[in-house]
């Protein structure tokens, strides 16, 4: 019984470090997101798997669902994705 109950005291203690480790790193991820224009996190985010489209290419709304879809398949945070669709529409 002792033995389960140091398994199960250790399994717990690991889970809640990892969580504590996550979110501590998505907070920090938060506050670099914040200081960043859309204009960088463009440069940062989406010239990796795509050549420059010129913004003209795409209007308003066309931006905010490609924004929707890229925040998904690029795995961008709301406020990422909301300060590159920002750029891109007053850019366009």
């Known amino acids: 019984m ?14 809640v470090a990892i969580a504590f ?18 204009a960088q996190l463009w440069g940062e985010n989406c010239i990796r798997c795509h050549s420059i489209p010129s913004p003209s290419a ?3 709304v066309d931006w905010e669902t490609i924004g ?16 590159v669709v920002e750029f891109m529409q007053t850019a366009n």
């Open 2 to 15: 002792k033995k389960q109950y140091k398994i199960t005291t250790m399994l717990l203690v690991t889970f």
């Open 68 to 83: 929707l879809h890229m925040q998904i398949r690029a795995n961008l945070t709301k406020d990422e994705i909301t300060k």
């Open 21 to 38: 480790i996550v979110s501590s790193c998505s907070s920090n991820k938060s506050a670099l997101v914040s200081n960043k224009s859309g």
């Open 58 to 60: 795409y209007n308003d």
